[in-house]
C-alpha cells in the first residue's frame, strides 16, 4: 500500500495541474517521443516570451486533474505526453505549431483552449491567425484606402471649384 507522504505528493501534483489547466488560456498535449533534450529546451526558450511553459506529467495524474475540472481527455493520454500551459490564447499555439512543422517528432494531440476541448483541426486554426500586430496592419491598410480615396475626391473637388470661379 503506498504510503500517504507519496499520496500526498501525487494530490499536490493533480491540484497542481489542476490549477495551471484552469489558469492557462490555451492548453496543449503533444506527444514528444523522439525528441532530443535540445529540441525540447529549444522549444522551451521559444515559449519563455510569451509566458508559456512545458511540463511532462503522468498521464494518470493529468487524468485526474482533467476529470477534476470536468475536461474530457479520454483517448488522448497515451504515451508520453508533455503538456505546454500558456497565459496567452494565440502565440503560444502558434509557437508550437510551426515548431511541430520543423520537427516531426512532435505530434500535437489535443488542446484546450478557454476551458473547452479543441481538437487537431481548431488548433490549426488559431495557429493559422495573424498576430496581433498583423490585425492592425491589416486593419490599418484597409482603412488608408478610404482616407485615400477621401483625399482624391476633396482634391477634384477643390479643383473644379478653383475651375469655375
Known amino acids: 500500500m503506498a504510503s500517504t507522504k507519496i499520496l500526498e505528493e501525487k494530490k499536490q501534483v493533480v491540484n497542481e495541474i489542476a490549477q495551471k489547466l484552469k489558469s492557462s488560456e490555451s492548453v496543449i498535449i503533444f506527444q514528444y517521443q523522439g525528441m532530443t533534450v535540445e529540441e525540447l529546451s529549444e522549444l522551451r526558450k521559444e515559449l519563455k516570451p510569451v509566458n508559456a511553459e ?11 486533474a ?5 475536461i474530457n481527455l479520454d483517448g488522448f ?7 505546454l500551459f500558456g497565459e496567452s490564447l494565440l502565440e503560444p499555439i502558434k509557437i508550437v505549431s510551426e515548431f511541430a512543422k520543423k520537427h516531426d517528432k512532435l505530434d500535437i494531440r489535443v488542446g484546450v483552449i478557454s476551458g473547452n ?8 486554426e488559431y495557429a493559422s491567425i495573424p498576430s496581433r500586430e498583423g490585425l492592425l496592419t491589416m486593419l490599418s491598410g484597409g482603412m488608408m484606402q478610404y482616407v485615400r480615396d477621401l483625399a482624391i475626391g476633396l482634391n477634384l473637388y477643390a479643383e ?6
Open 160 to 165: 473644379q471649384k478653383e475651375g469655375n470661379e
Open 66 to 70: 482533467s476529470d477534476e475540472l470536468s
Open 54 to 64: 512545458v511540463k511532462v506529467y503522468k498521464n494518470t495524474l493529468l487524468k485526474r
Open 77 to 83: 493520454l497515451e504515451g508520453p505526453n508533455a503538456i
Open 117 to 124: 476541448v479543441a481538437d487537431l483541426t481548431v488548433i490549426k
